[in-house]
C-alpha cells in the first residue's frame, strides 16, 4: 500500500488565492521530504527538499516566498502555493523516504489548476 | 553536477514484444544510486528498482530486468513480453547522498512507453 499519501489529488484555484497541498509519511517519520514539480509531459523537477523543525532548501530559481514549504512534524510536509497564478498550474508531487539512504517513495501528487 | 539522459522519448511496442528503455548517466560521486519509476496515466510515481552503485549485477524481478553498466554509465530497463498494463511514462533517476543522509534526486526526461495490443 501507499506509504507516502499526498492531499488533495487536485485543486482548481483563482488566480490570486492560496493552495496548501499536504504530504504525510503514513507509517514511518520523515526528516526530510522532498517536493517536485511536472510539467505536462515533462521530468519531474526538484523544487525544495524540506527539513523538519527548520527551513526548506530551495533549488536555484524558486521562489520561496511563492512557495512556502513547512515541516512541522516527522510525517507531515505542506507546500503553499501562495498568490497562485495560471502559469503555477501543474503536477507537484512529493516523496519520503523510511531513512537516510533507503528507496524514495512518492505521493500520488496534486494537479493544480489555476484559472 | 548529475544527469540523466533517456534518449528515447517515445517507444511503441505490440504486446508480447520485448522492449528495452535506455538510460545513461553523469556523476562525479563515486557513491551513488541509480532508480527506475513507472508514471502510469493517472500520475502517481511507482518504485520499479534502486541499484547501487558498488552493484553492478543484473536483477531480473518477473518481467523486468536491469542491466547496470558502470563502465557505459548506463542502466537499462527492459521489459519483457510487453502488455498493455505496462504502458506508461518510465523514469530513470540518479541520487547522491548528501552529508545529513538524505536523498537529492536527479530524473530523466522520461520514455513514453506504449505496448499495443
Known amino acids: 500500500g501507499a506509504v507516502v499519501s499526498q492531499h488533495p489529488s487536485w485543486v482548481i484555484c483563482k488566480s490570486g488565492t492560496s493552495v496548501k497541498i499536504e504530504c504525510r509519511s503514513l507509517d514511518f517519520q520523515a526528516t526530510t521530504m522532498f517536493w517536485y514539480r511536472q510539467f505536462p509531459k515533462q521530468s519531474l523537477m526538484l523544487m525544495a527538499t524540506?527539513?523538519?523543525?527548520?527551513?526548506?532548501?530551495?533549488e536555484q530559481g524558486v521562489e520561496k516566498d511563492k512557495f512556502l514549504i513547512n515541516h512541522a512534524s516527522l510525517t507531515l510536509s505542506t507546500l503553499t502555493v501562495t498568490s497562485a497564478h495560471p502559469e503555477d498550474s501543474s503536477f507537484y508531487i512529493c516523496s519520503a523516504s523510511r531513512e537516510g539512504n533507503s528507496p524514495l517513495h512518492f505521493g500520488n501528487g496534486t494537479r493544480l489548476t489555476v484559472t | 553536477a548529475q544527469k540523466v539522459t533517456q534518449a528515447q522519448t517515445e517507444i511503441s511496442v505490440v504486446e508480447k514484444e520485448d522492449v528495452t528503455l535506455d538510460c545513461v548517466y553523469e556523476t562525479r560521486d563515486t557513491t551513488y544510486y541509480l532508480f527506475w519509476y513507472k508514471q502510469p496515466p493517472s500520475g502517481e510515481l511507482v518504485f520499479l528498482i534502486r541499484r547501487n552503485s558498488f552493484d553492478e549485477q543484473n536483477e531480473i524481478s518477473g518481467r523486468y530486468s536491469w542491466n547496470f553498466q558502470k563502465s557505459t554509465s548506463s542502466f537499462n530497463f527492459t521489459i519483457t513480453a510487453s502488455q498493455v498494463v505496462d504502458s506508461a511514462v518510465y523514469f530513470c533517476a540518479l541520487t547522491r547522498l548528501n552529508s545529513g543522509g538524505y536523498q537529492k534526486v536527479t530524473f530523466g526526461t522520461g520514455t513514453k512507453l506504449q505496448v499495443i495490443p
Open positions: 524540506s527539513n523538519e523543525g527548520s527551513k526548506a532548501t530551495y
